[in-house]
């Protein structure tokens, strides 16, 4: 929303485009690599998150690991596992899930998986 939010960076620009220049198989790391080439911060994360698509959320949790070093963005973890989208949690479920949830949160998250 470029009116409402001042100008799209480009690399926010290449993030929504990326399904469609590398196809579906390839899209998922293409997002990846284009939130580490940006280096985008816990900030502009959390509002690609917020603002963006299944598959940019998806993005999102997969980069958490290489980006935010802390549990900043805990709460974007903690958001997709309250969903039922199941490429969402999974998502959420990784390194980073791993390193900052505690283990109530991880064993729940993890029976979540084995139940939806």
Do not use: S
């Not at 470029?2 to 690399?11: F, R, Y």
């Not at 993005?59 to 989208?85: C, K, Q, S, Y």
């Not at 900052?100 to 029976?111: I, S």
Request: charged share 20%.
């Amino acid at each position: 929303h470029p009116g409402t939010h001042g100008p799209i960076a480009v690399w926010e620009l290449r993030l929504a485009e990326a399904g469609r220049r590398c196809g579906p198989t390839h899209a998922d790391a293409a997002r990846v690599l284009v939130l580490h080439a940006a280096r985008a911060d816990t900030d502009a994360l959390t509002r690609v998150y917020t603002q963006g698509t299944a598959d940019e959320r998806r993005a999102v949790l997969h980069a958490l690991p290489h980006l935010v070093p802390g549990p900043d963005a805990l709460p974007l973890v903690e958001d997709a596992l309250r969903t039922n989208d199941t490429t969402l949690v999974a998502a959420a479920l990784g390194p980073y899930a791993a390193r900052h949830l505690d283990p109530h949160q991880w064993r729940h998250a993890v029976l979540k998986c084995l139940f939806t």
